[in-house]
């Protein structure tokens, strides 16, 4: 069973960093599509950046691209937030779907593995 755990939330003012890593346990990166996905209160779910299981395929959301960067090592994708701004305020989940079900992630929907979230506040 693949299991998923986010760290590296917090609290930071406009402008500043943090780098948001998932650890994945139970399988291999290789066979999983892995994405970042947000929820601020009271908006649904959102993509916010996805690296493919051979990782050669890495999307972003408009609303953060040049500012987040997506990365992967062998057992952890990570999540580089620059220029960060109080829009970007939510709990961050990171979640995979396998390379059988799709070449990249789903909608939120369509993931199959997620991890409980870490919360990320920027405030002014």
């Known amino acids: 069973q693949l299991q998923l755990a986010e760290s590296g939330g917090g609290l930071v003012r406009p402008g500043g960093s943090l780098r948001l890593s998932c650890v994945v346990s139970?399988?291999?990166?290789?066979?999983?599509?892995i994405g970042w996905f947000r929820q601020a209160p009271g908006k649904q779910r959102e993509g916010v950046s996805c690296?493919?299981?051979?990782?050669?395929t890495i999307t972003y959301a408009d609303s953060v691209k040049g500012r987040f960067t997506i990365s992967r090592d062998n057992y952890m994708v990570n999540l580089q937030m620059n220029s960060l701004k109080p829009e970007d305020t939510a709990v961050y989940y990171c979640?995979?779907?396998?390379?059988?079900?799709?070449?990249?992630?789903?909608?939120?929907?369509?993931?199959?593995?997620w991890g409980k979230g870490t919360l990320v506040t920027v405030y002014s």
């Open positions: 979640a995979a779907v396998h390379l059988t079900v799709a070449t990249t992630c789903l909608p939120p929907d369509g993931m199959a593995y």
């Open positions: 139970g399988a291999s990166l290789d066979y999983y599509n």
């Open positions: 690296i493919s299981s051979s990782g050669s």
